[in-house]
């Protein structure tokens, strides 16, 4: 069966760039580009913003995603490899000094419609 994933974007800051939206359908896959589903969101208004998935199959996923500032098409690090642009997640990581785990951020997709609120934050260590 498939239904419609609505990812609910909050906390857009900036209107330049895009935001890249990674859906993993398994920990084997996670964080592998070519093995997710990827979409690019051209950002018109600070804020919130919705943007829907139709026909996504039911099952488990996790999302990462980023906000690319530079339109360069990867999430940029600083010189500690901290994130330096806007990212978001599916769950709530256990660490900020590491990258999540699918399981951390896996949820299940089993229903016609589901909104899915996903922050978009700055890297902190508090």
Same mark, same amino acid.
């Given at each position: ?6 990812v609910d974007?909050?906390n ?13 359908n398994?920990? @084997? =896959?996670f ?5 997710a589903? *990827?979409? $690019? +969101?051209?950002?018109?208004?600070t %804020? ?8 996504l199959?039911?099952?488990?996923y ?6 690319d @500032? =530079? ?7 600083? *010189?500690l $490899? +901290?994130?330096?642009?806007p990212f %978001? ?10 990258m ?6 896996k ?5 016609p419609?589901l909104s ?7 890297w902190?260590?508090?």
């Open positions: 069966m498939t239904g419609t994933l609505t974007l909050q857009i800051h900036s209107t330049k760039g895009i935001i890249w939206v990674g859906i993993y398994s920990e @084997e =896959n964080m592998i580009k070519e093995n589903i *990827v979409e $690019g +969101i051209k950002i018109n208004n %804020g919130n913003l919705k943007y829907e998935f139709p026909n199959e039911y099952g488990t996790a999302i990462a995603l980023f906000h @500032e =530079n339109y360069n098409g990867e999430m940029d690090f600083n *010189v $490899g +901290i994130p330096s642009e %978001g997640f599916s769950g709530k990581p256990k660490s900020r000094w590491r999540p785990t699918f399981h951390e951020l949820f299940e997709f089993k229903s419609n899915l609120p996903i922050k978009l934050m700055n902190s260590p508090f």
